[in-house]
């Protein structure tokens, strides 16, 4: 991949792929073949993605992401946030989409994988039902109450500390909003 190169979804996914590979490079490695991508690609888009998105002339991070994604395959609008929620499918995780929620008038405010609409949402009853890239943040926060987020390691986790119905305390790790590993 050189600078020249067209940035798309391919090269985005690989800019995800690059954070997740710190908890689960097997996951990752089976995830860059199956997008004929190499780690040193994975590093090139990273830098890429970077050097746009803190640039002084690049577009902002709403237009950024359609600029790179194309038009958002469904958008919501938030009323009591004065939000929008825009989402778009990623072939590495077609049950899942990239949503950024986007406040008025193009501030984005969040970003990360959520759950497709008319996608099965996994059964979460036991620890052993958390499994790396098996589920969402919401997802475990909505099957292990009360759970409460916090930051993560880095800037795009985050940590949800929750009980198991046992009783245990658990706390969880996410990049991009998907589940990376049990702390």
């Known amino acids: ?29 089976d995830a860059l073949r199956s997008l004929g991508a190499t780690r040193a690609e994975s590093r090139e888009a990273n830098r890429r993605w970077q050097a746009w998105a803190h640039g002084r002339r690049g577009p902002g991070e709403a237009a950024r992401y359609r600029s790179v994604l194309g038009e958002p395959v469904a958008r919501r609008a938030v009323p009591r946030l004065d939000a929008e929620l825009l989402e778009w499918e990623l072939p590495l995780w077609p049950e899942l989409r990239w949503q950024v929620i986007v406040g008025r008038p193009t501030a984005v405010w969040g970003s990360g994988l959520v759950r497709a609409p008319g996608s099965p949402v996994p059964e979460l009853r036991t620890e052993a039902d958390l499994r790396p890239w098996s589920c969402t943040l919401p997802e475990v926060g909505n099957a292990f109450p009360p759970a409460q987020a916090r930051d993560g390691s880095a800037p795009t986790r985050l940590r949800l500390d929750f009980t198991l119905p046992d009783g245990t305390p658990r706390a969880a790790e996410f990049t991009w909003g998907l589940l990376q590993r049990l702390l």
């Open 1 to 29: 991949m050189t600078p020249s190169e067209p940035f798309g979804p391919r090269e985005f996914q690989l800019v995800l792929l690059r954070r997740m590979a710190d908890h689960q490079p097997e996951l990752v490695e």
